[in-house]
């Protein structure tokens, strides 16, 4: 781990342009993707992003709230987040009888 790595509570799964998908799990991973492959290098969300980011490397701004304007960021340039798929509960009589208990 970097010594400026500060890590996200949830990663953030986002589908790029290309229809890849990518996972950040830092702020730093997301500085980094801002900075050097960012499909438009503007709007405002992307600004206020880098901004929030950048605060937060420097411990002036919560990760929290850098990740959200990442967010925001993503949407505005048309990268919609991908969400997890739930993991389904066991359907097994075993299951449901150690549930009850």
């Known amino acids: ?14 589908r790029l342009s290309n ?5 950040f799990t830092s702020v730093y ?9 960012w499909p438009l ?13 950048r605060r937060a490397l420097n411990r002036m701004t ?7 304007a990442f967010i925001a960021a993503c949407l505005e340039a048309g990268m919609p987040l991908v969400m997890p798929t739930p993991v389904p509960r066991p359907q097994n009589a075993q299951a449901r009888t150690a549930l009850s208990a």
């Open 1 to 14: 781990m970097l010594l400026n790595e500060i890590p996200w509570t949830i990663p953030l799964t986002v």
């Open 19 to 23: 229809g890849l998908t990518r996972t």
């Open 29 to 37: 991973e997301a500085v980094d993707f801002l900075e050097n492959e």
């Open 41 to 53: 290098r503007k709007g405002e969300r992307y600004e206020r992003a880098l901004r929030t980011c």
């Open 62 to 68: 919560p990760a929290a709230v850098a990740r959200e």
